[in-house]
Structure formats: C-alpha cells, structure tokens
C-alpha cells in the first residue's frame, strides 16, 4: 500500500458516514473477499468482516503481539459458567494489548462469532463474521498525524479495554472450556479510520491471531428417549406419557394398534445433571386398572420400576421405556346340585385358556354348591364351558343349565362361550 500524504487523506464517501467507534459493537454482513498474495485490501469493510477480509493473513510480526483476552471481572454475575456446544453464548470480555513498537496505529481486535479462524478465507472454513472492536483513546494513545477515531499503541503504553456483551459459538477448547478465535490488527503507518469499517492490517503480517480459552464450560447435550411397550393391550387403547425435571422434557404419545407393540418418542435433548422423573403416564382411552405399568432405563440408573421413579441425567444419551402389561383375571366354576342323587360326581373343565379352570363335584347331599380353584389368565381369550362329564351318574337324570357373573355367555346350556 502507498503512503498517503500527510493533509491529503482520502475518504470514501461510506466511511465518512460511519460514526467514530470505541470499543463499540457493529453488526453488518460481510461481503469482501481477500486473494493471499495480492494487494492489502482498501477500506472500508462491512462492520463485521473477519481479518482475511482485512487482509490480516499472515500474522508473523512481532512488534504488537501482546494480546491477551480474560472474561470481564465488571460482568461475573454475568458471565455463564458453561454453555451448550454448538449454542450461541453471551459472553463480556476485557482485552489487554501491548506492544514492543515505538508507535502502531489504528489498532482494533475481532472475535469470531461461529468458532473458526478469522484469518483463513471465509468463503473455505474461515470465519463468516466477526465482532469488530477499534481500541478506544482514551485509555490508548492517539498519535496519527491526523487524529482520527481509532485508538494506536505504543511501547510506552500498554493496555485494555472491555467488550460489553458479544455473542460467541459454544465450542470446545483444551480442557472443554470455551473457545473463542480472534486476532488483533494494526497498521504500521499512519492513516485514517473512523471506525471498525476501516480497520486494516497495514501489510500482510500486521496482525496476532490467537484463539482464547475461556473458564465456561461446554457442555454436550445427552439425549432422553421415551417408549412404549403394550404386552397383550387392548386395541385401540391409548397413553401420552412426559418426564419432568429437564429443559426440554421427553414425550411418548401411543395408541396401541396390536395387542403388543412398542412406539416410540422422539429424543429430547438436554445438559446433564438434572433430575428427571417417570411420572404416570395419563390414558387418553382405556383404564389403567387393565394393566400393570413398569419402566426401566438403558443408559441411566433408575431409582425405581413403577411410574414416578427418577434418575440423574447422565453424560450420555438414555432410553426409557413405559411397559403396559394387561392384568391377569380369574375364572372359578361352581358345581351347584339341587335335588340331586347323592353319590353323584361331575368334572367339568372349561377349553381356550392358557390355564384352564376345573371343577371336580360329588353330590354329599341333595342339594349343595362346590367351588373349583381359581385359574387366572389374560383376558382376550375365547372360552368355552364344555359339557361336564359324569364320573358316577347320569346326565339324563339332570337338566344341566350354566351362567356366569363378570362375564356376557353367549348361551344358558353347556358349550356356550
């Protein structure tokens, strides 16, 4: 770049417009494009172009390469102790700067506001945008001939300024803490600027990138999952079921289409360490009288196996399931006998059933009732009270009638379901 006369120093007409910036923040959307090799680059620049746009690409000087970036000790209330990977954060920063020249000018710094390097081509994997910051005068010295809005440096002056609020990507550095790129910029002449659209690095190598770890953790968010599983369910019965205690709570909402089948929720995802409950799941058709519910966890450690269970979310995903299993009922026959002949017996065994109900009866009187033992089964099964069979007897002697409580029989005889 040639030198500008000293009294002569051309503007452009935009940067004439920009109001002069100390420390202040300026969003616009970046659209120069910088070829390594060429010519540095003219202001002005859109407010939120990286330092490869600038043509801060080189960055080998070594005569203003004291930066250094804390969070801001005014904003600790402020500042967040860990963020969520791949999240915008807020962060308030303090940025010290010194130099071993006698006098640079025209220094600003710029943060990368997606995690990647501000000084490699943003049209590869550079940074797309960047917060722009000229370094305020005061506290730094202003010495171009012309005095202008942007803040210089010299040997004898070292020092810092703050940020206020400036948004960063979440993304991890050494340690897992946060990672913030960013480089410093100078010219090595004096020139004009009035502001963060015409910071320049003043050759190739006028520039210190560096990329900051920051004390805020990064956090991985672990994904919770919810399913539901129907052992023997009565079609078309239907469950919603949602944990509480996390951010993003997990839902599982089912309609049994079969008697068994599993669905299942989509993940939710969230930071470890809450603690999440399993609470009843709610029927939207159907009673929870028909089934036992259990829940179980694959990834985490449940206090529990029944609704209403918890666990701490771990660093890792977890998958948990809500099983509805129909409750079991019994069948029992009775053998009543009225004016019988006493000394006759009777078996009678109903068919269907995974585990049939038997009554065995001999007539110790003319008229008496016997109780069989209780069979119990899942319900859904067709049954069928056969004809008893005479053990001692006849069954010409007896019209036999049957009927049944808890249940619709589809007839009064023997043989009916």
Known sequence: MNAIPLGNVRRSPFAALVAPLRGALVLAAATTAFAVGAAQPEPPF?????GYVRGATGCTANDTNEFSVTLDPAFAGSNP????????VIVYLKVNIGTTATERYNLGVLFSKDGKIPTVDPT???AQSCSAFTVPSPPFPE????????????SQAPGSFTTGAITVKCVAGPGGFLNVPYVGLWNNKTAACSGVTDLVAGTSSKCTSNSQTLPITVVTPRNLTLKKEWVNAIVGDAVTATTTGLTNNATIVSTAGAANETDTGSAAANAPGALVTLPAEVFNTGLQANYTTTVACTGATLSGSTPGSTFTMPDNDVTCTYTNSRNARTVTLKKTWVNAIVGDAVTATTTGLTNNATVASTAGAANETDTGSAASNVPGALVTLPAEVFNTGLQANYTTTVACTGATLSGSTPGST
């Open 81 to 88: 102790s860990s963020c969520n990977v791949g999240d915008n």
């Open 46 to 50: 859109a407010a939120d172009a990286c």
């Open 143 to 154: 010495l171009d001939t012309v005095p202008n809005a942007c803040g210089d440096q010299s």
């Open 124 to 126: 590869t994997t550079g």
